[in-house]
């Protein structure tokens, strides 16, 4: 690192600029499609834990307990070396980039379902009781209560912490490391070790990561303040 220079650096990713760009593809596509199904999913979860017969919130308290009890990389490890195995050899299906893809994006959204859960619950137990009693009174049926009051009230007061939420999915996508994908972080790792400058990707990996998250973040502390200030 004491003879390398930020010319050399800026020359690296220049040269190397489309294989960082798949890779942060890669990032972004597992983390804006964990998202999407984390947070229908966690909808389920949180309208069961809430409405459902005492069995099955149970059932939805237990798959919540469950995955906020284990770390996120036991979860990929799952289905890289047992579940997607299993499943690819039941089926006779090639065990290529797309379908490792496939399987880390099944297992984030799995994953953060769960978290998503907790915090459209406290969402949903941020809108007053008397809502739900009055839509009810006025003809609805739960499901309806449901979807045309509660939920959009309870989404409108959860969006800085399911930004939050979706901030640190982002980081944890280097996690797939493990399941050789390409996303951003190895993309970085790997152009450093064919140019012999590991320290200097990843330095550059880390300011990539910072830009993003700083600048989610920012967006979050705008919209809690302009919730208080409403």
Do not use: H
């Amino acid at each position: 690192m004491d003879n390398f220079s930020l010319a050399s650096l800026f020359s690296i990713i220049g040269e190397n600029y489309e294989f960082l760009l798949q890779g942060m593809g890669v990032s972004l596509r597992i983390t804006v499609i964990a998202i999407i199904v984390g947070i229908l999913w966690g909808i389920v979860l949180a309208v069961l834990r809430l409405y459902a017969p005492k069995p099955i919130a149970w059932i939805a308290t237990g798959y919540v307990n469950l995955f906020r009890s284990i770390p996120l990389i036991m979860v990929l490890m799952w289905f890289y070396l047992a579940i997607g195995p299993s499943v690819q050899q039941y089926f006779g299906i090639s065990n290529t980039a797309g379908v490792r893809l496939t399987w880390a994006i099944i297992a984030f959204s799995l994953f953060e379902a769960a978290y998503y859960s907790e915090i459209i619950r406290a969402g949903f137990k941020s809108v007053r009781s008397q809502q739900m009693s009055a839509s009810l009174a006025l003809g609805m049926t739960r499901i309806q209560a449901i979807y045309y009051v509660i939920l959009p009230q309870a989404l409108r007061n959860m969006v800085p912490l399911l930004l939050t939420q979706a901030i640190i999915l982002f980081q944890d996508t280097s996690l797939v490391y493990i399941m050789s994908l390409n996303d951003f972080f190895r993309a970085t790792d790997i152009i450093g070790y064919n140019n012999n400058a590991k320290m200097e990707m990843i330095l550059f990996a880390g300011f990539i990561y910072f830009i993003i998250c700083f600048s989610l973040s920012s967006l979050v502390r705008v919209l809690q303040k302009r919730k208080r200030t409403a």
